[in-house]
């Protein structure tokens, strides 16, 4: 079976390949649908918004899609900047921006935080299966380690006493929350497979 990842994000396509493989699933690009979708992420919460992705590409392509959707959610700032993290402070700021920004806000305030992805995948029967991934932690008072990407420099993990970007690939893959919604998700596809819906 194919699914579409509703993404132009190649590291993702390869990280959920990876993941999917061994259910004898294949994903893949937008581009090898041969659709070009562009979703408005209106939601406001990442159900919402990995729902709106899959449910577009799986409407464009005629096949089953798959989307993610994720972000960093800080208990005292109220979740935010949750659905909002990768527009935090506006377009005009980088990932480098962004975390300083967040580490300015955070002055003075309790550290913890959590990590969370949702993963929605969209079948043209109208079934949806959702799964969801959470990696709690604490900012950090400074950023460090050069790995990962977005907010990993400043999210911090006291057992393992580093941040996601000291962290490996494979070591962050184990523990993070698209790592954890993707098995997860995993799971619940080979489920679905088996019970024969994905075939109607
Ligand atoms: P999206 O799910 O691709 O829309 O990404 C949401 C945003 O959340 C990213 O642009 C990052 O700012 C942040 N984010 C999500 N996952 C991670 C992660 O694993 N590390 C660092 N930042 C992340």
Avoid: W
Wanted: charged share 25%; glycine share 12%.
């Amino acid at each position: 079976m194919k699914l579409v990842l509703a993404s132009k994000n190649e590291k993702k396509l390869r990280e959920m390949d990876e993941i999917l493989s061994s259910l004898g699933i294949e994903v893949i690009s937008e581009a090898q649908a041969g659709v070009d979708v562009e979703v408005e992420e209106t939601g406001t919460t990442f159900e919402e918004n990995s729902l709106l992705k899959a449910k577009a590409v799986m409407e464009a392509s005629g096949l089953p899609a798959i989307a993610d959707d994720s972000g960093l959610c800080v208990d005292a700032l109220g979740g935010a900047p949750g659905v909002y993290s990768a527009r935090y402070g506006g377009p005009e700021l980088d990932d480098t921006g962004r975390y300083r920004l967040l580490l300015e806000n955070m002055k003075g305030q309790p550290r913890g935080a959590r990590f969370v992805s949702v993963i929605t995948c969209c079948f043209p029967n109208g079934d949806v299966l959702t799964a969801r991934g959470e990696c709690h932690g604490t900012i950090a008072f400074a950023p460090m380690g050069e790995g990962g990407f977005g907010y990993d420099p400043v999210f911090f993990l006291p057992k393992l006493k580093k941040t996601f970007a000291q962290l490996t690939p494979e070591e962050k893959n184990a523990i993070s929350h698209r790592g954890l919604a993707l098995r997860a998700f995993r799971e619940k596809l080979e489920e679905y497979l088996h019970s024969g819906k994905g075939e109607s």
